[in-house]
């Protein structure tokens, strides 16, 4: 062989590092349904890169476009993710409950339809995170368009005759999430996916927060309670992303009970699961004070808080 030949070959040191850095691409990052990272998609910190190859458990292969930074089928041979699983509870249990309070108050069916989407949205994530799969992935992320669709026509409609229903804006909703199933389906970037919601949320915060300064004031407390909450799930949602090496790191050194307090997707979750649930409340009790009825906060078991609507209105 020519010395010319042997020199644009790879030393065998490139070779290594050029493994090295193939290996350790795919922790924390996003992946197209071929299983390919994007690149350009920083949901993790650069120390993910030292992480092994998630491992297979009982569902296989992960399908899914992504993969959180708790690492797979650690805890458990049939659960992928068992901490960013088992905390969608808060997302199920308090709405079903709540769906059944709104039903027997005799409240519009739009507030129960809010409580069975957080509760769709609880089980689709449960899913999701249990078996890491495309199609479970799908029904964690649309019923989360759906339902924050279904809270914006309960707060953008609460100064409407009573069980009087605006067609426009359902319409509009629909054709709204319609759409964005559509292009989500065909492209499958989740980034989309969450600017799509981000636009949501932040047109439901800025109607709330009119709302409580301008008509209802003495409802902030419970407005400023609910964004703040969802706004520390974010804030920790963003920090498991980008620290994700960092986090495992610090799992592997810690015991299992205290490095089950690092997931911080977990904490995600129930920190928009009580923010959304609160939101419901807030909503229901703007509703209920306009249509002048008696909106009371009770608390089950002393902790957790509920709307009962006494069924004579106010003079």
């Given at each position: 062989?020519?010395?010319?030949?042997?020199?644009?070959l790879?030393?065998?040191?490139?070779?290594?590092?050029?493994?090295?850095?193939?290996?350790?691409?795919?922790?924390?990052?996003?992946?197209?349904c071929?299983?390919?990272?994007?690149?350009l998609?920083?949901?993790?910190?650069?120390?993910?890169?030292?992480?092994?190859?998630?491992?297979?458990?009982?569902?296989?292969?992960?399908?899914?476009t992504?993969?959180?930074c708790?690492?797979?089928?650690?805890?458990?041979?049939?659960?992928?993710?068992?901490?960013?699983?088992?905390?969608?509870?808060i997302?199920?249990?308090?709405?079903?409950?709540?769906?059944?309070?709104?039903?027997?108050?005799?409240l519009?069916f739009?507030?129960?339809?809010?409580?069975?989407?957080l509760?769709?949205?609880?089980?689709?994530?449960?899913?999701?995170?249990m078996?890491?799969?495309?199609?479970?992935?799908?029904?964690?992320?649309?019923?989360m368009?759906?339902?924050?669709?279904?809270?914006?026509?309960?707060?953008?409609?609460?100064?409407?005759?009573?069980?009087?229903?605006?067609?426009?804006?359902?319409?509009?909703?629909?054709?709204f999430?319609?759409?964005?199933?559509?292009?989500?389906?065909?492209?499958?970037?989740?980034i989309?996916?969450?600017v799509?919601?981000?636009?949501?949320?932040?047109?439901?915060?800025i109607?709330?927060?009119?709302?409580?300064?301008?008509?209802?004031p003495w409802l902030?407390p419970?407005?400023?309670?609910?964004?703040?909450?969802?706004?520390?799930?974010?804030?920790?949602?963003?920090?498991?992303?980008?620290?994700?090496?960092?986090?495992?790191?610090?799992?592997?050194?810690?015991?299992?009970?205290?490095?089950?307090v690092?997931?911080?997707?977990?904490?995600?979750?129930?920190?928009?699961?009580?923010?959304?649930?609160?939101h419901?409340?807030?909503?229901?009790?703007?509703?209920?004070?306009?249509?002048?009825?008696?909106?009371?906060?009770?608390?089950?078991c002393?902790?957790?808080?509920?709307?009962?609507?006494?069924?004579?209105?106010?003079?």
């Amino acid at each position: 062989m020519s010395r010319t030949l042997l020199s644009v070959l790879p030393s065998p040191i490139r070779r290594r590092r050029k493994r090295r850095r193939k290996r350790g691409r795919g922790a924390g990052r996003y992946r197209s349904c071929d299983g390919t990272t994007n690149p350009l998609v920083p949901t993790a910190s650069s120390s993910s890169s030292i992480m092994a190859p998630a491992a297979q458990g009982y569902w296989g292969r992960s399908t899914s476009t992504i993969d959180w930074c708790e690492e797979n089928y650690v805890v458990s041979f049939y659960i992928a993710e068992f901490w960013n699983t088992i905390s969608n509870l808060i997302m199920i249990l308090p709405p079903i409950y709540g769906a059944i309070q709104a039903f027997r108050d005799g409240l519009e069916f739009r507030y129960i339809c809010s409580f069975v989407g957080l509760a769709v949205v609880g089980v689709g994530s449960w899913c999701f995170h249990m078996t890491l799969q495309f199609k479970m992935q799908l029904m964690d992320e649309l019923p989360m368009i759906y339902s924050t669709c279904v809270f914006l026509y309960c707060l953008f409609e609460c100064f409407k005759q009573e069980n009087k229903i605006g067609l426009f804006p359902i319409a509009l909703l629909s054709i709204f999430s319609i759409s964005v199933s559509a292009l989500y389906l065909q492209w499958k970037e989740p980034i989309f996916h969450q600017v799509m919601y981000g636009i949501l949320v932040a047109c439901l915060v800025i109607r709330a927060i009119y709302i409580v300064t301008w008509v209802y004031p003495w409802l902030r407390p419970l407005c400023y309670a609910s964004l703040g909450i969802f706004l520390l799930g974010f804030v920790l949602w963003n920090m498991d992303n980008f620290y994700c090496g960092t986090l495992r790191y610090a799992r592997n050194n810690l015991p299992p009970v205290v490095g089950a307090v690092t997931q911080l997707h977990a904490w995600w979750h129930i920190f928009t699961g009580v923010g959304s649930y609160l939101h419901i409340l807030l909503s229901m009790q703007i509703r209920t004070t306009y249509l002048k009825y008696r909106p009371k906060v009770k608390f089950l078991c002393g902790v957790w808080p509920t709307l009962h609507i006494e069924p004579q209105k106010m003079s």
